[in-house]
């Protein structure tokens, strides 16, 4: 069983910053790729950033620049920094990973169960 467990979340004013981190649990024998997904109200879910096991990012056009993700790999942990925050920020943020429980078992996709980022004045 694997658990992704988001903290870091709130209410924060434009311009503001939060730090978002995510630490993966359970039977873990590799991560792949780790990433942070973002849905607001009515809108579909959309990749924030995602970063490889090697620590290549990949980050989205709309966040480039203010956001910048990591991850460690000994701790099993990825992280969110957001700076410059904008209204249209707000949204519930997921961690996703890539997650193999064995060396010989497939990758499975694992998410966190959200945490709430509002940006407002």
């Known amino acids: 069983q694997v658990q992704l467990v988001e903290s870091g979340g709130g209410l924060v004013q434009p311009g503001g910053s939060l730090r978002l981190s995510c630490a993966a649990s359970?039977?873990?024998?590799?991560?792949?790729?780790m990433a942070w997904y973002r849905q607001a109200p009515g809108k579909q879910r959309e990749l924030v950033a995602a970063i490889t096991r090697s620590s290549v990012p990949n980050v989205a056009d709309s966040v480039k620049g203010r956001f910048t993700i990591s991850r460690d790999n000994a701790k099993n942990t990825v992280a969110l920094q957001m700076n410059s925050l904008k209204p249209e920020d707000t949204a519930v943020y997921y961690c996703?990973?890539?997650?193999?429980?064995?060396?010989?078992?497939?990758?499975?996709?694992?998410w966190g169960q959200g945490t709430q980022v509002t940006v407002s004045s």
């Open positions: 996703n990973a890539q997650i193999s429980a064995t060396p010989i078992s497939r990758l499975v996709d694992y």
């Open positions: 359970g039977s873990i024998f590799s991560i792949n790729i």
